[in-house]
C-alpha cells in the first residue's frame, strides 16, 4: 500500500486548509484510515480516522470540533479538513491506512511519508 499526502505549507492561524491523501495498492474499502501528526518534539499522536464503510469517525480531543475527515471509496483517497488552526497544530501529518487500537495505543499498519503544516500567529 503507498500512500501520498498533500496540501501541507505555511498557513495563518485561523486559516481552514484541507490535507488529501491518495491510496493505491491495496483494497481502499477494506482498510480504516485516518491521519497521525507529529510536532517537533513530541511523539507521533493520532489525529482522526474514519471507518472502512466512511459511517464512523473519531477524533483527538484536541482536534474535535475543528477538523473533520471524509474518504472517497471511487478516488481512494482520504481527506482531512482543518477549520480554525492554531499554532499548536504545528506538525507533519501523515495519512495512514489499516488503522488499530490495542487498549490506548492507537497506530496503522501503513504510513505516507507526511506534510508539513506550519501554523503562524
Do not use: H
Not at 474518504?71 to 483517497?77: E, F, I, L, M, P
Amino acid at each position: 500500500v503507498q500512500l501520498q499526502a498533500s496540501g501541507g505549507g505555511l498557513v495563518q492561524a485561523g486559516d481552514s486548509p484541507r490535507l488529501s491523501c491518495a491510496v493505491s495498492g491495496g483494497t481502499f474499502s477494506s482498510y480504516s484510515v485516518g491521519w497521525f501528526r507529529q510536532a517537533p518534539g513530541k511523539e507521533r499522536e493520532f489525529v482522526s480516522a474514519i471507518s472502512r464503510s466512511g459511517g464512523s469517525t473519531d477524533f483527538a480531543d484536541s482536534v474535535k470540533g475543528r477538523f473533520t475527515m471524509s474518504r472517497d471509496a471511487t478516488k481512494n483517497t482520504l481527506s482531512l479538513q482543518m477549520n480554525n488552526l492554531k499554532p499548536e497544530d504545528t506538525a507533519v501529518y501523515y495519512c495512514v491506512v489499516d488503522c488499530w487500537t490495542i487498549g490506548n495505543k492507537r497506530w496503522a499498519n501503513y504510513w505516507g511519508k507526511g506534510t508539513q503544516v506550519t501554523v503562524s500567529s
